[in-house]
């Protein structure tokens, strides 16, 4: 299958083969890389053809083993038509809540909500550490049109109920309501969040705070969709999508008897982890210059010693941290020109004007424990590694192997040979 390096329009593709080489993992692996590309493998059955397994992991989103007699056309053909309707509700729902981001890794956390939205009634549950956009995604998710006419298609409304701010005593009339009389101070009926949220979305946010005293009745509502006002004896009924989420592991809270497992599997009909800046930092520009441009519209982006500097930075409170740093950037930055590092607080500057990369860290080794896991050799991962080093070096100097060279430690010499040898994409 020929394909463009770095062709923006090229999101499907599918590759066909009768034998296992070099240049098929390498189409598949570019499809990981991209973010945006999805393949089908379709591979002639015989006894040298990998594991679908395999296939998958190397980067195919599909993949047949296909003996030339079963009929795959139909199988493939609505994959293609699955995926277009995804990208267009993806594109459109990034566009319209302005989520920032191209990386792989953000791009499927986005293609999963829009499917889960858009496909599915089940219930998600976004995962992921503070900051990383859990909300951001419950809103995208809200806003998507379903597919299904049987269903009866929700206000694209997000009802949302804090739930670490949730007082024991109170959470009751939070979630559900009270009537008037129901306890000192109801002077009149008031309706919960389940009551809003009928015909809508209800997001029940960090619901690993709730106390296990209301989880029962939680269990209850959320299955039955049924519960009763605090203080009432009538059941009432709601219908809505629910979304969830959490910064904690609730299966690690199960363990210790403070989340109850049933409760956890009602919720948990689609886990949607959201990741942490750390593992998207393609992303960290973008969302930097998003920042920028909202707070000091007169800026002209960032000095490439600020470019760096944000690339590198750690941010424990993932994309809430940037925005707070660029906030905090644009409170010293005068002018029309670039922020530059004298516009960065002191407080935020590197240690000894000097960044310590760690390196490998934790996504290349766990790129070579799952290298290891497919049965490569060290050969093969030696060799994978270097030419993905030379490739990068290469794209990030636009194709000038000597500076690709000087960055990678070695003579133009040896370059110059790779690239003869076919070793080297021109």
């Known amino acids: 299958m020929p394909y463009q390096e770095n062709d923006p329009n090229l999101l499907f593709g599918i590759v066909c083969s009768d034998r296992i080489n070099e240049e098929l993992f390498e ?3 570019h499809a990981r890389r991209s973010g945006r590309m999805r393949v089908i493998a379709l591979i002639a059955s015989t006894p040298m053809a990998p594991s679908v397994w395999r296939l998958l992991h190397a980067g195919a989103s599909e993949a047949f083993l296909w003996d030339g007699q079963s009929p795959v056309a139909e199988q493939i053909h609505a994959k293609l038509v699955r995926w277009s309707a995804i990208e267009a509700l993806a594109a459109d729902a990034l566009a319209r809540e302005s989520l920032i981001g191209e990386s792989a890794v953000w791009r499927a956390a986005v293609r ?3 499917e889960a939205a858009h496909f599915a009634t089940a219930p998600v549950l976004l995962t992921g ?3 990383t956009g859990k909300e951001m995604l419950a809103r995208l998710i809200s806003a998507v049109p379903r597919a299904a006419s049987e269903i009866r298609e929700p206000r694209h409304e997000l009802v949302t109920v804090d739930c670490g701010a949730l007082m024991s005593e109170l959470s009751g009339s939070e979630l559900f309501g009270h009537e008037r009389g129901a306890f000192t101070g109801a002077h009149a009926a008031r309706e919960g969040a389940f009551a809003l949220a009928d015909g809508a979305t209800l997001f029940l946010d960090e619901i690993g705070e709730v106390p296990l005293s209301i989880q029962v009745q939680l269990l209850r509502a959320i299955q039955e969709r049924t519960y009763k006002r605090v203080g009432g ?3 009432q009924s709601a219908q809505f999508r629910l979304l969830c989420a959490t910064n904690r592991d609730l299966k690690e809270l199960v363990s210790q008897g403070r989340f109850r497992l049933d409760l956890y599997y009602r919720i948990a009909g689609i886990v949607l982890r959201t990741p ?3 593992e998207r930092k393609e ?4 969302l930097a210059l998003h920042f920028l441009s909202k707070a000091c519209p007169s800026a002209a982006g960032f000095s490439g010693d600020v470019e760096e500097y944000l690339v590198n930075r750690s941010y424990a409170g993932n994309v809430r941290e940037l925005r707070q740093l660029i906030d905090r950037i644009v409170l010293r930055h005068a002018g029309h020109g670039p922020v530059t590092a004298g516009d960065i607080p002191e407080e935020d500057r590197p240690p000894d004007g000097e960044f310590q990369r760690a390196w ?5 080794e766990e790129s070579v424990a799952d290298a290891i896991a497919l049965g490569a050799s060290l050969k093969e991962i030696s060799q994978t590694t270097t030419q993905a080093a030379i490739r990068i070096a290469v794209q990030s100097e636009r194709g000038n192997l000597q500076r690709a060279a000087r960055r990678l430690g070695i003579t133009d010499r040896a370059l110059q040979m790779r690239k003869a040898a076919g070793q080297l994409e021109s």
Do not use: A
């Open 27 to 29: 189409i598949l692996h």
């Open 112 to 114: 999963l909500g829009v």
């Open 129 to 131: 550490e503070s900051g």
């Open 233 to 235: 004896n009538t059941w």
């Open 276 to 278: 942490p800046l750390r």
């Open 283 to 286: 992303d960290i520009l973008p």
């Open 360 to 364: 490998p860290d934790e996504r290349f």
